[in-house]
């Protein structure tokens, strides 16, 4: 299994400003994804994250909100830009191979003022 | 589009109980199901999956089965602790593109 890390774990933002959270994963994966999860709700995927092009977006989730980073098989960034309220949640990177078996980051707490 | 129902919502056991949560999906071309426990304020942990040519797998007191003629799937815990109170959730994949469609989870709750 992978082992997998995220930066920050928790943050308090103003609204209008951006976030940067980091994924990282201790070994070589082909697939990495993000994902969004209201207290209480289960998980929405919001994109995922191709090594070397942009990712590919669920509906409801744009680039210009959410723009993603992936410069190698273990690194992934997700941007949350221009913040309001709304966008409060836990944001959670997750990884897999070819294999279907999907890893979990510990997630980052959001909350926006 | 492929959709997954997962009940109940809530469960309550006496501690050393069995538990057992079920989940419905509806793209018979689903042949992933993970099982995921998530603790508070910790990411989801993958515990057991199956695949569609798999009945049923066991790993210790956690177990699922499959049955896909009816497209269910079942999570079994038995002899619960109080380490097992979390939420649980399913989910389903087709393989094609990894993305798991996930259930609305279960709170589980062991009583002592």
């Known amino acids: 299994s992978a082992v997998i890390s995220q930066k920050p774990s928790r943050d308090i933002c103003q609204r209008g400003t951006s976030l940067t959270i980091q994924c990282q994963v201790d070994?070589?994966?082909?697939?990495m994804f993000w994902y969004r999860q209201q207290p209480g709700q289960s998980l929405t995927l919001i994109a995922t994250?191709?090594?070397?092009?942009?990712?590919?977006?669920e509906s409801g989730f744009v680039i210009d909100k959410f723009p993603i980073s992936r410069p190698n098989l273990t690194f992934s960034t997700l941007t949350v830009s221009n913040m309001s309220p709304e966008d409060s949640s836990i944001y959670l990177c997750?990884?897999?191979?070819?294999?279907?078996?999907?890893?979990f980051g510990p997630g980052t707490r959001l909350t926006v003022l | 589009g492929e959709n997954v129902e997962q009940h109940p919502s809530t469960l309550s056991v006496q501690e050393g109980d069995s538990a057992v949560i079920k989940c419905t999906y509806s793209?018979?071309?689903?042949?992933?199901f993970p099982w995921y426990k998530q603790e508070l304020g910790k990411g989801p942990q993958l515990i057991i999956d199956?695949?569609?040519n798999v009945g049923e797998k066991k790993d210790q007191r956690i177990a699922v089965t499959l049955n896909k003629t009816a497209k269910h799937f079942s999570l079994h815990i038995t002899e619960t602790q109080p380490e097992d109170s979390a939420v649980y959730f399913c989910?389903?994949?087709?393989?094609?593109?990894?993305?798991?469609?996930w259930g609305a989870g279960t709170k589980l709750i062991i009583k002592p």
């Open positions: 997750s990884a897999g191979g070819l294999t279907n078996e999907q890893f």
């Open positions: 994250a191709n090594q070397g092009s942009e990712a590919t977006y």
């Open positions: 989910a389903a994949s087709k393989g094609s593109n990894y993305q798991l469609i």
């Open positions: 793209d018979s071309a689903s042949n992933y």
């Open positions: 199956i695949r569609s």
């Open positions: 070994s070589q994966v082909t697939m």
